[in-house]
């Protein structure tokens, strides 16, 4: 299918070198109705090039939060996040976010959603962008459906269509908030495969936010527990499990319910702290 | 096909029922003219180019003042939503005026502009102006926050974010505020031409005016029934395609 590409097609196409991340003692502070709330206190992570890596832990422990700065789309009180050594201070398009509602824009197609970001990158035709879209929807495969409105679709082929918008652009990180929580089980398992699959082709560093700790299990190298009020990585645990992993395998069970078991160490006795 | 012979069936039903009535004798002759009579009226009067002639003159006063009114108050909306000074200032303004029937600019845009073409462009204008204000800032401030922030992670930013993102995602209210505008201007142009005589042309209000002032009763009607029409093609022409567009992009609906 794409024997004719041009020369930019397959430079765009090219593998980037996907980032390191630094988070260094980031704190964040919301105020709400019922006073201020320590969303994050002091985290600090290292994320490595190509890592997948998972945050989990309960409702309002700062996770998505965290997410959001190193989008660049939040600000943190304190400290800093690093990509490649660079201060992250804005939102870029080397760090792509994939929301846990689909934000595709209802007034484009499949395709033009995908062709949103690559719109924006200069040094392309408007045929290469096209092709390079149609590349991505080929990954995720929906090639049929690139004339498709979006509310045609299913809540999985809505996911798949923001992977494919959040990978066009070609990033360094996949920042990823729960994309599946509103998924049922059944296309939510296909995606486990999927997204291992694209991780692996295209070779992105992946932080992936979760509140489901077998999810977690199956797609993490390593997984991070966060605890709220203050929001803290309480544990790390590595998944040394090889891939693709099924996330109905009996070993990834076991690391699930080990994980699980830390969750539910602190879960209760924090909340009745909180509380 | 169904559906048209069904809708054709009814007016023709309608038209029956009012010949029937006027052969009846329910009211006086003067006051009901019978179908032909109000046929025959159309058609000498597109024949001798009265009604095409005043057609033109008013949807060139109508469209003019429209345009204008949507060129001005798109900006103005989107710059309302935009900034909280504007909101409570221009906005609440909008809001306010928006409120005030817009007949009620015709005694203002007399006293100021005299029996002039700019009168009746000034009460098409404000007549649009402030639905389609209120409409867009809305429009803005019912997009849910998650567009921007997706677009601005690809890297749009401020202008681009308003243009690609904010203003398609409030097209559906821009839309319905600019049929509300549209229904305004209309109505308060009517209002206006029929109050005053512009020398500079005769549109469809003053032919209504002097059907009365003749008591020409099949006059009165024949510029009514084309003055609905006029309505319902503005609606198939101009609407109709936007909003069909807008449904089954968004999904809105079945139709």
Redesign the interface.
């Known amino acids: 299918m794409f024997r004719h590409r041009t020369g930019s097609v397959v430079e765009e196409l090219q593998l980037v070198p996907p980032s390191k991340l630094a988070i260094e003692n980031v704190s964040k502070t919301f105020r709400t109705a019922t006073g201020e709330v320590l969303a994050l206190d002091r985290v600090s992570l290292q994320v490595n090039e190509a890592e997948f890596v998972c945050l989990v832990g309960p409702s309002g422990c700062g996770k998505t939060t965290l997410l959001n700065i190193i989008?660049?789309?939040e600000k943190p009180d304190s400290g800093m996040v690093l990509a490649d050594g660079k201060p992250v201070t804005s939102?870029?398009?080397d760090?792509?976010?994939m929301?846990q509602?689909p934000?595709l824009?209802?007034?484009?197609?499949v395709l033009g959603n995908v062709l949103?970001?690559l719109k924006?990158?200069p040094n392309l035709t408007n045929k290469d962008r096209r092709n390079v879209a149609r590349y991505y929807l080929e990954l995720v495969g929906l090639t049929r459906f690139e004339r498709a409105?979006?509310?045609?679709l299913s809540g999985g082929m809505k996911q798949r269509v923001s992977l494919a918008?959040a990978l066009a652009?070609n990033p360094r990180v996949l920042l990823m908030d729960e994309p599946f929580a509103a998924l049922d089980a059944l296309t939510r398992e296909q995606l486990y495969g999927d997204i291992q699959q694209i991780w692996k082709a295209r070779r992105k560093t992946i932080v992936f936010v979760t509140h489901n700790v077998r999810e977690a299990a199956c797609l993490g190298d390593r997984v991070l527990l966060f605890s709220p009020h203050p929001g803290r990585i309480q544990e790390e645990f590595a998944v040394d499990l090889p891939r693709p992993r099924d996330i109905n395998s009996v070993d990834l069970a076991g690391y699930a319910t080990k994980i699980m078991r830390a969750l539910k160490s602190f879960s209760p006795e924090r909340a009745a702290a909180a509380v | 096909m169904r559906r048209f012979l069904s809708a054709a069936s009814f007016f023709v039903v309608l038209i029956l029922i009012w010949q029937w009535a006027f052969q009846a004798k329910i009211w006086s002759p003067v006051l009901l003219p019978s179908p032909m009579q109000v046929a025959s009226y159309l058609k000498n009067a597109i024949e001798d180019g009265t009604l095409g002639h005043a057609t033109v003159i008013t949807m060139s006063r109508l469209l003019s003042g429209y345009f204008f009114g949507i060129i001005v108050g798109l900006p103005l909306g989107l710059l309302t939503a935009r900034w909280t000074l504007l909101r409570d200032t221009l906005g609440t303004t909008a809001l306010g005026l928006q409120t005030l029937p817009s007949v009620c600019w015709v005694p203002l845009a007399l006293l100021w502009f005299g029996q002039t073409e700019a009168a009746m462009l000034f009460v098409v204008v404000m007549g649009t102006l402030w639905s389609v204000i209120i409409a867009t800032e809305t429009g803005v401030r019912n997009v849910p926050p998650i567009y921007r922030r997706a677009a601005l992670t690809m890297g749009s930013k401020r202008l681009h974010i308003w243009l690609k993102v904010i203003f398609p995602a409030s097209l559906p209210f821009i839309i319905s505020g600019m049929k509300q505008g549209w229904a305004f201007a209309w109505r308060s142009l009517m209002a206006a031409e029929i109050f005053v005589t512009i020398l500079t042309g005769f549109g469809l209000g003053q032919l209504l005016h002097y059907g009365r002032e003749l008591s020409a009763m099949d006059q009165v009607i024949a510029i009514m029934v084309v003055i609905v029409v006029i309505g319902l093609l503005v609606d198939k022409i101009l609407f109709s395609p936007i909003e069909k567009f807008l449904h089954r992009r968004w999904g809105t609906s079945q139709a």
């Open positions: 989008a660049g789309l939102p870029g398009r760090r792509l976010v929301f509602e934000a824009f209802p007034w484009l197609n949103f970001g924006l990158k409105n979006i509310h045609e918008r652009p």
